[in-house]
């Protein structure tokens, strides 16, 4: 569903003018076993962009977002992390204690948009606060974050054989998508 967003948001920006350099960037090998690994296309460009000295601003990594249930209870989340509605009807803003600001600027950019958004900015060891590409930046120093619909904490059919297009809400990621268009421009900026 990242995917299908990201396509999206390079069609809708056609013609937007950033006042920052803009980059919409898909990656390779972002799940096992390349997670973590030097084969992870995400950390391989950030390292890139570090050893160019390229100063990054923000990187919003789109995870999965296209599942949500309005069921009760249908939400989990790692221990430790309390406080969040338990009924899987949001998405979330979830970074590293570095990328706070960066996470808290996210959700406001988001918030008018009217789909139920929620943020956490934790330490990186708490179970999947880094699961996606925004990982690899911090590495390097970057702030980053990741925007999901939290994925295994909700979707039942995460990473099996039932994880299937008819699954996936369009409706609301063609809402997140649309918020994520006025997040991407608030951040870079005219």
């Known amino acids: 569903s990242g995917v299908a967003a990201l396509l999206e948001l390079a069609s809708q920006l056609r013609g937007f003018e950033p006042g920052l350099t803009l980059r919409l960037v898909f990656f390779v090998n972002e799940e096992p076993p390349w997670f973590m690994t030097e084969d992870m296309g995400s950390l391989r460009h950030a390292r890139g962009c570090k050893k160019r000295g390229e100063e990054i601003r923000a990187m ?33 803003f979830v ?22 958004v929620e943020s956490l900015a934790a330490p990186s060891m708490i179970e999947g606060v880094g699961w996606s590409d925004h990982w690899s930046f911090w ?3 970057y702030p980053a974050v990741m925007l999901t619909d939290t994925a295994p904490f909700r979707n039942p059919n995460y990473h099996r054989s039932t994880d299937l297009p008819e699954t996936l809400d369009y409706a609301r990621l063609a809402q997140v998508t649309e918020a994520m268009l006025a997040v991407t421009r608030g951040l870079a900026g005219p």
């Open 139 to 141: 590495q390097e120093g």
């Open 95 to 116: 970074g590293n204690l570095s990328s706070a600001t960066l996470v808290a600027r996210c959700k406001t950019l988001f918030a008018p948009s009217g789909v139920a």
């Open 60 to 92: 919003v990594a789109l995870e999965s977002i296209g599942y949500f249930s309005d069921e009760p209870d249908s939400q989990h989340f790692p221990p430790g992390i309390e406080g969040y509605p338990t009924t899987g009807n949001f998405v979330g």
